[in-house]
């Protein structure tokens, strides 16, 4: 049976929410939002020592670090050719490296919390879908090899036969990685706990967020006062900073579950047509698939979760015409996500507002570059020293 009401498969399982804020205190810092941002930022900022209090308007992993597709992936948004062109060879290659870097971390830091069964690396397969594209997966391993990252070219007979039906041939990026991403995030919320941090759920915080100087952050029940806030909340961004309203756009992205399948239709991540159509199978036989955001247009530029019926039933011509199963959908759900300008977050002190930092704008890309985000800012709360160049600058 489908579940109509929007519960994703990620998050329909027990949950037992943290109390929500009540009355008034004074830290450190607050960081608004227990997504991937927040939480990486929290847990550093909590190891630095700094206190840290984390104010989440729903639960744990409820946005959309919890609605998303479950790919944890290197690099930003663009594939890398792409990101070459559009910022420049040496920033590409730097973003890339950083998010290399920034994803063995988590893999790391996911055994630590022992959580490693829901961090798998299994490799991206970037199938073409076109002949066009075909010529652009080929470039896109040529340009990770010339740089020295690690990039495999597949040819259409050694594609998974359900993605040979299509598909021509694969960039293939081993290191890349599958989530069960609501159990990862309320596992780094847990070890942001260990590490002295506390969390609220059910704690709202309205824009436009005031800065330290500006005035204490106000809950239903409670009263922070905080020397440095954080704003991680990556599709709420705009409204809850009013100066990226013009360069972030919340976004609704779409995906859907199968029932278990009785056999494997690949063991890697997918990706195809240019990215717009993703899938993973998870270990259980389960199909999680989404996309089409092309297809929804404007009206995906929205900061509700409600879903598109077209969408979700495009999505189901894919699982059947396209790659030849006949499966049954158990739940079908949409997820918020900030898309910026150029998409490339936005990290760090918002311009003329001193103690109030933003993380956010992943554009639907965020599982690695959200928790690089978070650790970003805490390494400039707590004055820890970086030598290279910001990659991510907030006051662009």
């Not at 440095?228 to 579950?257: F, I, N």
């Not at 159509?277 to 297809?295: C, K, T, V």
């Not at 900061?303 to 959908?329: C, K, Q, T, Y």
Request: some cysteine; aromatic content about 8%; glycine content about 12%.
């Amino acid at each position: 049976m489908t579940r109509a009401d929007g519960v994703p498969f990620w998050l329909d399982e027990e949950y037992e929410p943290r109390p929500a804020l009540d009355g008034r205190v004074e830290v450190d810092a607050c960081v608004i939002g227990a997504g991937v941002a927040g939480l990486s930022c929290a847990h550093a900022l909590a190891r630095h020592g700094v206190e840290t209090v984390v104010l989440e308007r729903s639960t744990v992993a409820a946005g959309a670090s919890g609605r998303n597709g479950g790919f944890l992936l290197a690099g930003p948004a663009a594939f890398y050719p792409d990101a070459r062109e559009r910022y420049g060879h040496d920033r590409a290659r730097r973003i890339y490296a950083a998010t290399l870097e920034t994803q063995a971390e988590m893999y790391a830091l996911a055994a630590e919390l022992g959580a490693g069964e829901w961090m798998q690396r299994v490799g991206l397969l970037r199938a073409s879908a076109s002949d066009e594209e075909a010529k652009h997966v080929r470039r896109h391993v040529e340009a990770l090899r010339e740089d020295g990252f690690p990039a495999e070219l597949v040819e259409r007979d050694a594609l998974p036969a359900a993605v040979a039906r299509y598909a021509l041939n694969g960039c293939l990026t081993e290191h890349d990685g599958a989530l069960h991403p609501a159990r990862w995030i309320r596992a780094l919320a847990r070890g942001a706990e260990a590490a002295g941090a506390r969390i609220h759920d059910g704690s709202p915080v309205e824009g436009p967020v005031p800065a330290p100087a500006e005035g204490e952050l106000r809950t239903p029940a409670g009263v922070v006062a905080a020397r440095q806030v954080v704003v991680a909340s990556d599709g709420a961004l705009p409204a809850l900073v009013p100066e990226y309203a013009r360069r972030v756009r919340a976004r609704r992205l779409h995906m859907t579950a199968t029932a278990p399948l009785s056999g494997r239709v690949t063991n890697r991540l997918v990706y195809s047509r240019w990215g717009y159509e993703y899938f993973q199978q998870r270990p259980d036989g389960r199909l999680l698939i989404g996309g089409f955001s092309d297809l929804d247009g404007e009206d995906s530029y929205t900061d509700s979760d409600s879903g598109s019926a077209r969408i979700w039933e495009r999505i189901e011509r894919l699982i059947g015409e396209g790659l030849g199963l006949d499966a049954e959908i158990t739940h079908r759900w949409a997820g918020v996500v900030g898309y910026s300008d150029d998409g490339l977050p936005y990290v760090g002190e918002v311009p003329g507002r001193p103690g109030l930092h933003v993380a956010g704008g992943y554009s639907g890309h965020g599982n690695v570059p959200g928790f690089l985000a978070g650790r970003l800012v805490a390494d400039a709360i707590a004055g820890v020293e970086r030598d290279e160049p910001a990659l991510f600058r907030a006051d662009r």
